[in-house]
């Protein structure tokens, strides 16, 4: 099965400046990756996804970056501000297949004032 | 507005004991799913439903079951609840449309312990 790992667990940034968090899958059939963000005491939510066809994808101040080649992608925030505070987590999932979603271990974004 | 709500919210139970916890969606949806958070582990799932009558087994299915007698509702069960099973347990939602990712829409959470 898919297995996708995420680094680094924990990552604070002085506000204004970027924060990247990278994930590697492992199954080369995924070919769908949201990143899901969780606030405190609350679900995920989605907040950005990237189908394989694409290299790139920007919406406002957040990107996901996608290398096939290499099974991995990363989530990149610009001008962090404190409502970017929170755990991310990366998925890969393989469209065509059976719905499930595998996730990564989490990042804890920490912006400091 | 729709919403995917869970109860309780917070639980302590007892070693042994069985608990339910419950999922409740007014999207319509005819995908849902249940997962556990860990720290370390992220999320990991459970058991999943694409239907009424439908149930399948996750990655970590091992002392829970459930059923899904309506579209609305999917009860996670804890058979004999562990220690091991003190969590965060999430419920999720999505459409059910062949082939193409449908965005899975989470609850609140349940914080459940297990002394």
């Known amino acids: 099965g898919e297995n996708v790992e995420q680094h680094p667990s924990t990552l604070s940034v002085q506000e204004g400046d970027s924060a990247v968090i990278k994930c590697t899958y492992s199954?080369?059939?995924?070919?769908?990756f949201p990143w899901y963000k969780q606030e405190l005491g609350k679900g995920p939510q989605l907040i950005i996804d990237?189908?394989?066809?694409?290299g790139e994808k920007k919406d406002q101040r957040i990107a996901v970056t996608l290398n096939k080649t290499a099974k991995h992608f990363s989530l990149h925030i610009t001008e962090t501000q404190p409502e970017d505070s929170a755990v991310y987590f990366c998925?890969?999932?393989?469209?065509?297949?059976?719905?499930?979603?595998?996730f990564g271990t989490g990042t804890r974004l920490t912006i400091i004032p | 507005d729709a919403e995917i709500t869970q109860s309780p919210r917070h639980k302590i139970t007892e070693t042994g004991r069985q608990v339910t916890l419950a999922c409740h969606q007014t999207w319509n949806h005819n995908n849902m799913f249940w997962y556990r958070q860990d720290l370390g582990h992220g999320l990991r799932l459970i058991h999943y439903s694409y239907g009424v009558q439908d149930t399948n087994k996750g990655e970590v299915s091992d002392g829970y079951s459930v059923s899904r007698s309506n579209t609305e509702d999917l009860p996670l069960t804890l058979e004999s609840a562990a220690s091991s099973q003190t969590s965060v347990y999430f419920c999720a939602s999505s459409e059910s449309t062949s082939g193409l990712y449908n965005e899975q829409f989470f609850g609140p959470g349940t914080r459940l312990t297990v002394l």
């Open positions: 990237i189908r394989s066809n694409v």
């Open positions: 199954d080369s059939a995924s070919n769908y």
């Open positions: 998925a890969a999932y393989y469209e065509f297949g059976n719905e499930k979603l595998t």
